[in-house]
């Protein structure tokens, strides 16, 4: 019954290829969010989705983007991949109408680019 | 920008002790601050969630304080076990989330 999914969990690439990752709810929130994980442990927001629209978006750059198919789902698609994008990925939900803002977060994807 | 710090970085107990972990951010307009456990390789797991109204959480052996107008938070976790032993993460949420470091702790049998 996983509230949060991610997949692949794992993810080996070339410098240069382009890249997705998959995620999707099944908790009925309204709001989805994409974090980065570095080395170092240290998680930052990248985005969140609100209805479909982009509501936040750090300084990432436009090589990543985020795209929602719908209310339950937030891919992540990153282009020209970068030694400097490796790390772990994690999406992240909540329903932020009611304000109870509880963040509900997957298990994570591993990107390693060579 | 809202800045996020978690003391001590790194904890090392015995089984059996009760301890309090530390958080502090720099804007204290905040809709609420939530502490989650993650381990190793793993995801994040949501331990407690305080509303900005609240000013504290319990959940088992955990309790979760919040003072909204000093910018702190600790979490207590009362008579440890190893299998406590995980990274801690603080998050505070004003429009989008900001996380500390975290504090790594070990509870040795």
Known sequence: ?114 | KQEVTQIPAALSVPEGENLVLNCSFTDSAIYNLQWFRQDPGKGLTSLLLIQSSQREQTSGRLNASLDKSSGRSTLYIAASQPGDSATYLCAVNNNDMRFGAGTRLTVKP
């Open chain 1, 1 to 114: 019954d996983t509230a949060v999914s991610q997949t692949p969990k794992y993810l080996v690439t070339q410098m240069g290829n382009d890249k997705s990752i998959k995620c999707e709810q099944n908790l009925g929130h309204d709001t989805m969010y994409w974090y980065k994980q570095d080395s170092k442990k240290f998680l930052k927001i990248m985005f969140s989705y609100n209805n479909k629209e982009l509501i936040i978006n750090e300084t990432v750059p436009n090589r990543f983007s985020p795209k929602s198919p719908d209310k339950a789902h937030l891919n992540l698609h990153i282009n020209s991949l970068e030694l400097g994008d490796s790390a772990v990925y994690f999406c992240a939900s909540s329903q932020t109408s009611g304000s109870s803002y509880e963040q509900y977060f997957g298990p994570g994807t591993r990107l390693t680019v060579t």
